[in-house]
């Protein structure tokens, strides 16, 4: 039982990585698609609104501090974006 410990100890930690660096990967892409129908429907329609209202504040020249926390879906800056 030792050896087949031994022979397969390295591919499990492999293993291991693999799917901790995967898990990483997806909470950086964000949180899943919700499970029932209304909501999955009325996701795309929030991401919309949410995108026209920052694109809008960012053309006038407003900034709500609170819009751009940690769980900005648009990523981990939080900086409106500057047209020129």
């Known amino acids: 039982m030792f050896t087949h410990i031994k022979h397969n100890l390295p591919e499990i930690t492999k293993e291991i990585r693999r799917r901790h660096e ?3 990967r997806d909470s ?3 949180s ?3 499970n029932r129908a209304k909501q ?7 991401m919309i609104t949410d ?8 053309i006038t020249g407003k900034f709500d501090s609170k819009r751009y926390s940690n769980n900005n ?8 974006v500057v047209l020129k």
């Open 22 to 24: 995967m898990s990483k």
């Open 28 to 30: 950086e892409l964000g």
């Open 32 to 34: 899943t698609l919700p």
């Open 40 to 46: 999955k429907d009325a996701s795309p329609l929030n």
């Open 51 to 58: 995108f026209v209202t920052i694109y809008k504040n960012t």
């Open 73 to 80: 879906p648009a990523g981990k800056e939080n900086y409106p």
